[in-house]
């Protein structure tokens, strides 16, 4: 099942970057793998996939124990600050980034055991409606602020869009978090790349990847539905 979704998404990839007039190696694909077990991962790694993503710190750490070396982990969830010791030296990137506490946490953990980390700031661009999260209005200065936090180097933006039934309609979300990447690389600010932009799920990849996605994070659609309760 696994191969046969690969084939499918990596093809939906293809077309979206023609579509697009875009590299296809310009977009990486975040295979989305928890709640999934590690046998799971093993078989998309043995058909060649390294790019993992994890969004409990403690799933991730145990994962990351058992499974091969050269998976690049990606940590897309909320991350506790307690739990940033389970992540960092695990993760290369963390997408998730959403406040200065948040940050300066990452920070202090990254002097203690002399580590540097790559870093996305995550913003909620639908936030009229939930309020929940970092909106596009503060993310320049939150981004400013973190530049100065000598151990953490952000690598670009991320967002969640909203679940919806038609992907069209996160068209606009995507288009505004790109023009936000614009927006702030033509600050030029110290220590802070635009090179990255995670955005794109399941239901509205091909649309992210026509609007600017660089990475792109799939669950579903690799690994089939997802069971909370087991
Ligand atoms: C679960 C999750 C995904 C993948 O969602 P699917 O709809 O299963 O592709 C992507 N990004 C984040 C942040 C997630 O938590």
């Known amino acids: 099942m696994i191969q046969e979704n690969l084939k499918k998404v990596e093809e939906e990839i293809r077309r979206a970057c023609e579509r697009a007039g875009r590299s296809e190696q310009d977009v990486t694909l975040v295979c989305v793998s928890k709640t999934k077990p590690a046998e799971m991962i093993q078989e998309a790694y043995d058909l060649g996939k390294r790019e993992f993503g994890e969004n409990k710190a403690q799933e991730m750490k145990e994962k990351e124990e058992i ?70 209005e503060g993310a320049e200065q939150l981004i400013r602020d973190i530049s100065r936090l000598s151990h953490l180097h952000i690598q670009g933006l991320m967002t969640v869009a ?9 068209r606009i979300i995507f288009r505004q978090l790109k023009q936000l990447s614009v927006d702030i690389k033509g600050k030029n ?30 669950g579903t659609g690799i690994f089939g539905e997802r069971n909370y309760k087991r």
Request: aromatic content about 6%; proline content about 3%; some cysteine.
């Open 67 to 136: 499974l091969p070396k050269d998976i690049h982990w990606h940590f897309i969830g909320h991350l506790q600050t307690n739990k940033i010791k389970y992540v960092l030296g695990r993760a290369c990137l963390i997408h998730s980034v959403d406040s200065l506490h948040l940050a300066q946490a990452i920070e202090a953990e990254c002097q203690k055991r002399e580590l540097e980390a790559d870093i996305l700031v995550e913003i909620n661009v639908a936030r009229e409606a939930s309020k929940f999260g970092l909106g596009i």
């Open 162 to 170: 909203p679940f919806v039934e038609e992907p069209e309609e996160n």
């Open 189 to 218: 600010i110290d220590n802070v790349n635009m090179n990255v932009l995670s955005m794109g799920m399941t239901g509205d990849y091909q649309v992210a990847i026509e609007e600017g996605a660089t990475h792109v994070r799939v």
